[in-house]
């Protein structure tokens, strides 16, 4: 591990002091623990943006669910998947 220094404002120390006294933790571990927390957050948020932006860019198109519902199927159900398949690829984007 690596030491660092940190300066915190005299209210967000003696929250943290109290944090630490509540979780028996030391400020160090504390800290660290918070870090890693925040870091965890923000790559999800990060990840999930990036969801948003595909679903935008690209939109699920009302058949959609129902073909994630065949993919379920049976082997012996897969002629028709595929033609409902094909049917719902043609109407979203257009082909005849």
């Known amino acids: 591990?690596?030491?660092?220094?940190?300066?915190?404002?005299?209210?967000?120390?003696?929250?943290?002091?109290?944090?630490?006294?509540?979780t028996k933790q030391n400020r160090s571990a504390l800290i660290r623990d918070a870090l890693r927390a925040y870091?965890?957050?923000?790559?999800?948020?990060?990840?999930e943006e990036k969801d948003r932006a595909g679903y935008a860019k690209h939109?699920?198109?009302?058949?959609?669910?129902?073909l994630w519902e065949a993919?379920?199927?049976?082997?012996a159900e897969w002629p028709e998947v595929m033609y409902a398949f094909t049917i719902a690829h043609r109407q979203t984007n257009g082909d005849r």
């Open 71 to 75: 993919e379920a199927s049976w082997p």
């Open 1 to 22: 591990m690596e030491t660092i220094q940190v300066v915190l404002d005299r209210k967000l120390l003696q929250a943290t002091e109290r944090a630490a006294r509540r």
């Open 39 to 47: 870091l965890n957050a923000a790559e999800r948020r990060e990840l």
């Open 59 to 66: 939109p699920q198109s009302s058949a959609e669910p129902e």
